[in-house]
């Protein structure tokens, strides 16, 4: 990635919060039946039958830095549970880009963050997230989170997408897996760094896996101030 195509991004400043996150927590029962439903329509797709516990959303959140302007990618945020954390966390300056194949997951997702312009939607596979953020003008990702499957994904497209993940992500920048199984590890094999840790606090238990980047690009070392703007976008 390189470092000339950051600049190009001006971020439009954004004080807008998630307006409706309180109606969201009064009709929880309703999205939890929309993840049962999508879960019994396409069970290898949405992979779980309940959402994110609560311990697991904060466990998660707690791996990103929010204290500076992020540009976050989701992978799969089915309904929505750790996007809104995400969200609810970082700043007004920041983006968070959802991919979600599921039609419902993402018409729920678009109406989730209609008041919120640095929330974008994409009803698309996450491949795309090279394209999309091309189309934004933006470098890079600080952090990239996913819960979807990838045990199911056949190898080749697994890989595909684990180096466009590498790729996208800015120097010293963490992609973030929560699954089932560790199984990722063995393909993951380009990140510099790879820590793990089994989160019972769910159902089910889930491996946390936080795979980092180099904080090198092209064989230059970027000084730790710098690193932690790299791939941050602040308004001009």
């Given at each position: 990635m390189v470092a000339e195509n950051r600049s190009h991004f001006q971020c439009h400043r954004n004080t807008s919060r998630l307006d409706n996150a309180e109606r969201r927590d009064d009709c929880s029962h309703l999205v939890s039946v929309l993840f049962l439903k999508r879960f019994l329509q396409r069970p290898f797709q949405v992979a779980s039958i309940v959402p994110s516990s609560k311990a697991l959303v904060e466990?998660?959140?707690?791996?990103?830095d929010f204290s500076q302007p992020r540009v976050i990618a989701e992978y799969g945020p089915g309904e929505g549970v750790h996007s809104r954390e995400i969200a609810r966390r970082m700043s007004p300056d920041s983006h968070l880009l959802l991919f979600e194949l599921d039609p419902a997951f993402s018409h729920d997702l678009?109406?989730?963050?209609a008041r919120d312009q640095r929330v974008h939607v994409i009803h698309g596979d996450a491949a795309r997230l090279p394209e999309?953020?091309?189309k934004r003008g933006i470098g890079c990702c600080d952090y990239i989170l996913s819960g979807i499957p990838f045990s199911i994904l056949k190898?080749?497209?697994k890989r595909a997408l684990l180096q466009k993940t590498h790729d996208a992500l800015a120097p010293g920048g963490s992609f973030i897996i929560y699954q089932v199984t560790n199984e990722l590890k063995q393909h993951a094999t380009f990140f510099e760094h790879a820590e793990?840790?089994?989160f019972l606090q769910?159902?089910?238990p889930m491996f946390i896996t936080v795979?980092?980047?180099s904080q090198s690009l092209n064989g230059r070392e970027y000084p730790a101030a710098q690193r932690t703007l790299v791939g941050a976008h602040r308004s001009a």
């Open positions: 466990r998660v959140a707690r791996k990103m678009a109406r989730q963050f999309e953020l091309g190898i080749d497209k793990s840790e089994y769910n159902i089910p795979f980092q980047r």
